[in-house]
């Protein structure tokens, strides 16, 4: 069952190493970001599982003890996803079978995805329960991301839930796809989807607007919707702006 959720951006440049000199840029969306994680330990969860876009082969479940790298921006910064199990019983949320992101699931030296390698960097020192990671298909469609979110929700008693993914990037005429007119209205209601812990609106998300708005959070926002149905949670937004011109939402569901 879910008992917590938070939901953060995935920039490579939350990493301070990763923006370097433009890493006071971010320093109230990392603080956003880092209360968030506190909320997740303070619901006492007995497994943490981290949901993030993936392209192949990062789709699928990466097991605790993952690695992931941020060499490729040049920095030579590696991070962990959690500590490696030591023989735990039940292992879990077998998703990649329900969330239809790829079958077969990453190979067993298959790096962190740039989005769980994020998630990883924020979670550095987390000791509160087991981390497991799961890659989600951007293109995965809603009702495959709501059985996905089932599963990982039945997974254990008390499941917590990172999930990570970015608003529109196409908020402004510099932003990564150029400015699109529809990217703030779309990122309004997502952040108030968040902010309300509205599960209806979530699941009302258009996949084919978001994809046009190079919006990579529309699959994990919609697994926490299938994870969060019918547990009636209570969403707090700590964050939402849009710098670099890509929407960033930090939110909490308790």
Do not use: I, N
């Amino acid at each position: 069952m879910l008992v917590a959720a938070a939901v953060c951006p995935c920039p490579p440049l939350l990493v301070p190493e990763v923006a370097a000199g433009a890493a006071p840029e971010l320093d109230t969306l990392r603080a956003a970001c880092a209360d968030a994680v506190g909320v997740l330990a303070a619901a006492r969860p007995d497994r943490l599982v981290v949901v993030g876009p993936a392209r192949r082969p990062g789709r699928g479940v990466f097991p605790a003890g993952a690695k992931g790298s941020f060499r490729g921006y040049g920095v030579p910064l590696d991070v962990t996803l959690g500590e490696p199990p030591t023989d735990r019983p039940g292992s879990a949320p077998h998703a990649e079978s329900a969330d239809g992101a790829d079958d077969a699931g990453p190979g067993a030296q298959t790096p962190l995805p740039s989005s769980l390698a994020v998630a990883a960097w924020l979670l550095r020192g987390w000791q509160a329960a087991p981390v497991e990671g799961l890659g989600v298909g951007e293109e995965l469609e809603q009702q495959r991301c709501a059985l996905a979110g089932r599963a990982v929700a039945d997974a254990a008693p008390r499941v917590a839930l990172l999930v990570m993914g970015d608003g529109s990037a196409r908020r402004t005429v510099k932003a990564p796809g150029y400015l699109d007119e529809r990217a703030e209205p779309f990122d309004a209601g997502v952040a108030r989807a968040l902010g309300a812990a509205d599960t209806a609106a979530l699941e009302r998300l258009d996949a084919g607007l978001a994809r046009e708005l190079q919006a990579a959070g529309r699959a994990p926002w919609q697994v926490l919707e299938g994870a969060a149905r019918g547990t009636g949670p209570t969403g707090e937004l700590l964050y939402d702006a849009a710098p670099y011109g890509v929407g960033y939402f930090v939110a909490t569901w308790t």
